[in-house]
């Protein structure tokens, strides 16, 4: 090319992008304003303003992204009695308490933050707004316009150790763990439990990234658990990184939070998804209803909020039936994941014979049941 | 072909203009992005530039994001006009935080009634303390051993980060936290005093912009200052000088590790008021595009700083207020410092097309 053309061609492409810029910007010029009917017909009244902030990307699947299905789930549900926004990479911290103080002022009348560390910034941002809801996923602390809501996420988690247990040649399965707080060690334990309740053989061996979503640092877990004998995986990680590293070792593993059967079409069993759709037709009807409550909000799989998906079809069909069996039992209240007794692995017993466990020791769950290797990282 | 030539007098004016044509240039970029997003791009540029700084809280938090950015650049400014690559701000910043966030921790547990204004200056010196600790290291082992200051800088970064992790998820841990890795919350006298009631805005920036004012005199008007500079440029002249380049070493790496201290201590006794994993969201690293677009100036770090500011502020303002995605803040930030450093080439050359022989 020589000189005279490249210069030709990049005033052309100045020309053109000037061109679009004042074309578009004599667009903004008094939009037309709608002409007032003389008699308004029965006043619609506004849609109300549902606002999410979301600690990741929404991506393609992972956490952030179910959060955002229900978000879509529920904007179709309600139709045009809600407008929904979110904010995406929010980093939990100094940066929540702007955006969620922001998306308040802007006039949303109910904010969803959908990650542990937004709690404080929810707290701070509620006293403030009286008359806004808000809904903070996986917390615990309330106020009069500050509810908390979670996903019995333990229970899908319980229908892929069925299936782990079946599917081990090994009797070995790994678990990618995040942080050892009381709901992923429930996690853990619900995956061995189930694991148990068809291959009483069934130990689990754990491996903790301290990260929510850290493809490498997951990859580096996957691999090592592997190398130990374990060939089904399950994490408590966001990526996609473990399934993908049992499909190279050609292992078995299972999705978490969303259908992640894409990403790995032979090494994936099913995935623990959830769906947050449900409770957040909810919660935006009842401010719509002015029935809106403070309190705690945990869903199973009877509410549809955690379930197995996309079981994968060369799984065997008993097994099949038995995780049939299971999610009736769940649904139906004759089975609950941690019914006593339940023994630690030190041989303690941490809930008593015929026991069903409620909400507050589901809540402390700080130990690893009989048959997880090891011990639970830093528990004070 | 293109081939640079380089200028026999590069005009002064277009040294000092070629920021402002930079940002022009971005915006005009960003123009374009958000219409070819389907957006009005006016609108869009009204959301991503003029909104941070509309309204008294909104100013707030734009001083606030920015403090910390200020205070790190600062340091970097100075550390690369002396040939010394400090490029750690950020396990500095992680330093000065756990240091005045475990000062603040220590006031909290044993509840020592001091007052807010005393103990204000104390976190100042225990974040510049743990901050140039963490960069003396570097200073030392560059003097003693001349290994590569970027090596050690970036390294320590990950050190640092693996200390607080390790503190909040055992020693400092909130026994009543339900095992998630953070600290109590701070006691309210060990919080850093607002400027405005009710607003996050707190001491942190005027202590910036006094920081900003006392390294400009200590640049420009003293000796010691030039001294340093002379060694970046011309390390030859500056030995020949007798100007010791182990002095450069030592001084820039404990002042621009005592100021990136010093913002992580205002971090954590700010806007956090705890300790937790996630102290910075990388202020340390932004702070060296600050450094550099703010032409290693300090009145230009803090321009810079406010640039940078209202990039990612007005990068979630879109998503809320227009639906449009993250990434763009990135992408702004990434045209910005392209735009810069093309308009700073062309300043100093000038394009040539010939034909290829």
């Known amino acids: 090319m020589n000189h005279r053309t490249f210069l030709k061609q990049l005033a052309l492409g100045a020309l053109v992008a000037a061109a679009g810029l004042t074309a ?7 939009p037309p304003a709608p002409t007032p009917v003389a008699a308004p017909a029965p006043a619609k009244p506004a849609p109300l303003k549902a606002a999410f902030i979301y600690v990741g990307p929404v991506g393609d699947a992972g956490y952030s992204f179910a959060h955002d299905e229900g978000r879509k789930f529920a904007a179709a549900q309600l139709g045009d009695k809600v407008v929904t926004t979110y904010v995406e990479k929010v980093a939990e911290g100094p940066d929540a308490e702007r955006v969620i103080r922001d998306l308040a002022t802007q006039g949303n009348k109910i904010i969803f933050a959908t990650s542990f560390g937004f709690g404080d910034s929810m707290v701070k941002v509620a006293k403030d707004f009286p008359d806004v809801y808000f809904e903070h996923a996986t917390g615990y602390k309330t106020a009069p316009n500050l509810r908390v809501y979670e996903a019995r996420f333990h229970e899908g988690a319980y229908l892929a150790g069925i299936v782990a247990g079946k599917m081990t040649r090994t009797n070995t399965l790994g678990f990618v763990a995040s942080f050892p707080i009381p709901e992923v060690l429930r996690n853990i334990d619900a995956y061995t439990l189930g694991a148990q309740s068809v291959n009483p053989k069934v130990k689990t061996k ?18 090592s658990l592997i190398n130990g004998g374990a060939d089904v995986l399950l994490q408590n990680t966001d990526s996609t990184a473990v399934l993908q590293e049992a499909e190279r070792s050609k292992k078995y593993a299972f999705g978490w939070d969303s259908d992640m059967s894409a990403f790995a079409p032979k090494a994936h069993l099913g995935s623990v998804a959830l769906n947050w759709g449900g409770y957040y037709v909810k919660a935006i009807n009842d401010v719509l209803d002015h029935t809106w409550k403070t309190g705690e909000t945990k869903w199973g799989v009877k509410e549809g909020m955690t379930d197995l998906v996309k079981v994968a079809d060369f799984v065997p069909a008993d097994v099949k039936a038995k995780v049939d069996a299971a999610r009736q039992g769940l649904k139906d209240g004759t089975l609950a994941v941690f019914t006593g007794p339940v023994v630690d692995n030190t041989g303690k017993v941490q809930l008593a014979k015929g026991v069903v466990a409620d909400d507050k020791w589901l809540g402390s769950v700080n130990f690893y049941v009989k048959g997880v290797e090891g011990k639970v990282p830093a528990g004070k | 072909m293109i081939r640079l030539e380089a200028r026999t007098a590069p005009s002064q004016l277009m040294g000092v203009l070629s920021p402002l044509l930079a940002f022009a240039t971005t915006m005009l970029v960003a123009g374009a992005i958000f219409a070819a997003l389907g957006k009005d791009p006016l609108q869009g540029l009204q959301v991503f530039v003029l909104e941070p700084f509309n309204g008294l809280r909104a100013l707030s938090e734009l001083g606030l994001k920015s403090t910390p950015l200020i205070l790190c650049a600062l340091g970097l400014a100075l550390s690369y006009r002396s040939n010394v690559w400090n490029i750690g701000a950020e396990g500095q910043f992680l330093m000065g935080a756990i240091a005045g966030g475990g000062l603040a921790l220590w006031v909290t547990t044993a509840e020592l ?7 204000f200056p104390l976190l100042v010196v225990a974040g510049a303390l743990g901050g140039a600790a963490w960069a003396s290291i570097v200073a030392l082992l560059r003097d003693r051993f001349n290994a590569n200051e970027i090596l050690v800088s970036l390294m320590l970064v990950y050190i640092a980060n693996l200390l607080l992790s390790w503190l909040v998820f055992g020693p400092w841990k909130d026994p009543n936290g339900f095992n998630f890795p953070q600290t109590v919350s701070f006691a309210a006298n060990t919080e850093v005093p607002r400027l405005i009631p009710g607003m996050r805005l707190g001491w942190g920036l005027p202590v910036a912009l006094l920081a900003a004012l006392a390294m400009w005199l200590f640049m420009f008007r003293t ?15 500056a030995r020949y000088a007798g100007f010791s380049s182990r002095a450069a070493i030592w001084t820039t790496l404990l002042v621009s590790g005592g100021l ?3 913002a992580g201590a205002f971090e954590v006794a700010g806007p956090m008021g705890q300790l937790t994993p996630h102290v910075s969201s990388g202020y340390g690293f932004t702070a060296i595009i600050v450094a550099f677009v703010g032409r290693l100036h300090p009145l230009g770090t803090i321009l810079a700083s406010l640039v940078l500011s209202t990039f990612l502020i007005g990068g979630e303002l879109a998503q809320s207020r227009l639906g449009l995605p993250s990434a763009l803040t990135g992408i702004f930030q990434g045209v910005l410092l392209l735009a810069l450093l093309a308009c700073d080439t062309l300043v100093q050359y000038r394009p040539r097309w010939s034909r290829s022989s």
Do not use: H, N
């Open chain 2, 113 to 119: 009634a001091i007052p807010k204004l005393a103990f």
């Open chain 1, 24 to 30: 578009c910007s004599k667009k903004e010029a008094p």
């Open chain 2, 223 to 237: 000796y010691r200052g030039m001294q340093l500079q002379v060694g970046g440029p011309a390390p030859l002249a």
């Open chain 2, 260 to 262: 990136a201290g010093v």
């Open chain 1, 206 to 223: 754990v491996v903790w990234v301290g990260a929510w979503f850290d493809p490498p640092k997951e990859t580096e877990a996957a691999k």
